[in-house]
T-cell receptor, first 116, second 115 residues
Framework: AQKITQTQPGMFVQEKEAVTLDCTYDTSDQSYGLFWYKQPSSGEMIFLIYQGSYDEQNATEGRYSLNFQKARKSANLVISASQLGDSAMYFCAMREGRSGANNLFFGTGTRLTVIP | KAGVTQTPRYLIKTRGQQVTLSCSPISGHRSVSWYQQTPGQGLQFLFEYFSETQRNKGNFPGRFSGRQFSNSRSEMNVSTLELGDSALYLC??????????????FGPGTRLTVL
């Protein structure tokens, strides 16, 4: 079974509008971390936001917020006031805490296009 | 503070050759993880090194190997290259491990093309 599922291969959003990118995860660990990364065409992975499994509040970082629904095992990324520079691939990733290892499991990504 | 650096940025090899990629983590970071990104398989974890020891390995054949030096710099080696090894290889460094939150900082990647 896939550990991270992103069901939206591509999304379009109008500039200045908000957009939600979906992510569901699968783990039996009680302790885990969820990450969102942005990958522009240059290839570098840029960290956006993190949510820990024990965090009671949804994470926020500037225009990024994470809608964490633990019972549903979903961790959707919300980008508010979209900008042209937000056009990129977005990856949801998970680190399982039990193993103590530093490997991330990534989803297949969502390509976001911001329309002027 | 300098970020994660990877060299070379681009590489072209032919089938059967071997290649070595290098990654210098952020100063003070002791954990280096390697990932392979392809259009077909997406982002897959290769291995992790911490304090010069391989701590974790993904599901890749033995042709893929790595090492870490005392200054935390890491190299990965791919022997007997195959066409399917063409990919973007990303390196990520972390300060620690064994924590639920452990941000990984990624380098710009090395794009390997196998002809």
């Amino acid at each position: 079974a896939q550990k991270i599922t992103q069901t939206q291969p591509g999304m379009f959003v109008q500039e200045k509008e908000a957009v939600t990118l979906d992510c569901t995860y699968d783990t039996s660990d009680q302790s885990y971390g969820l990450f969102w990364y942005k990958q522009p065409s240059s290839g570098e992975m840029i960290f956006l936001i993190y949510q820990g499994s024990y965090d009671e509040q949804n994470a926020t970082e500037g225009r990024y917020s994470l809608n964490f629904q633990k019972a549903r095992k979903s961790a959707n990324l919300v980008i508010s006031a979209s900008q042209l520079g937000d056009s990129a691939m977005y990856f949801c990733a998970m680190r399982e805490g039990r193993s103590g290892a530093n490997n991330l499991f990534f989803g297949t990504g969502t390509r976001l296009t911001v329309i002027p | 503070k300098a970020g994660v650096t990877q060299t070379p940025r681009y590489l072209i090899k032919t089938r059967g050759q071997q290649v070595t990629l290098s990654c210098s983590p952020i100063s003070g970071h002791r954990s280096v993880s390697w990932y392979q990104q392809t259009p077909g398989q997406g982002l897959q974890f290769l291995f992790e090194y911490f304090s010069e020891t391989q701590r974790n390995k993904g599901n890749f054949p033995g042709r893929f190997s790595g090492r870490q030096f005392s200054n935390s710099r890491s190299e990965m080696n791919v022997s007997t290259l195959e066409l399917g090894d063409s990919a973007l290889y990303l390196c990520a460094s972390s300060l620690m491990r064994d924590r639920a939150y452990n941000e990984q900082f990624f380098g710009p990647g090395t794009r390997l093309t196998v002809l």
